[in-house]
């Protein structure tokens, strides 16, 4: 099973093709377009492994992105005891969603690819609600 270890918005993340992640907010991004990470530190699979110094010049990882969304309120209470003095606060991380697709050797050869959604389930849904209509 072939990985790419790759770094975006100041993390970095183990990925494989297929897999689903939460990144942190991609800027002047919208969703269902493709996406290419740049700053690969690592790739390989059981066998065998490269690392860069960083990055790997040349290798990227291809991905779509599924959707922009914020996180569950994150509440931030602070009292001082004795002093009738509380502030509550509240924040919601901004995140994106993304599926990656392929990753790519720094010769630019395909080392592994996802499988491929099935768009049936879509368009089998959008004819029932036009039947229903």
Do not use: C
Request: aromatic share 6%; glycine share 6%.
């Amino acid at each position: 099973m072939s990985f790419a270890v790759i770094q975006t918005g100041g993390k970095q993340y183990k990925v494989k093709a297929g897999e689903i992640i939460k990144i942190e907010k991609l800027l002047d991004s919208k969703p269902e377009t493709k996406v290419e990470f740049k700053e690969v530190l690592a790739y390989g699979d059981d066998k065998t492994i490269e690392l860069g110094e960083p990055t790997i010049a040349g290798a990227k990882v291809e991905a779509d992105l599924i959707k922009n969304s914020k996180n569950r309120t994150v509440l931030i209470f602070k009292k001082r005891r004795r002093k009738n003095s509380r502030r509550k606060n509240g924040h919601r991380q901004q995140f994106s969603l993304i599926r990656i697709n392929k990753i790519f050797s720094k010769e630019g050869k395909l080392i592994s690819e996802a499988e491929k959604i099935k768009q049936e389930t879509k368009e089998v849904k959008t004819k029932v609600k036009e039947s229903a209509k």
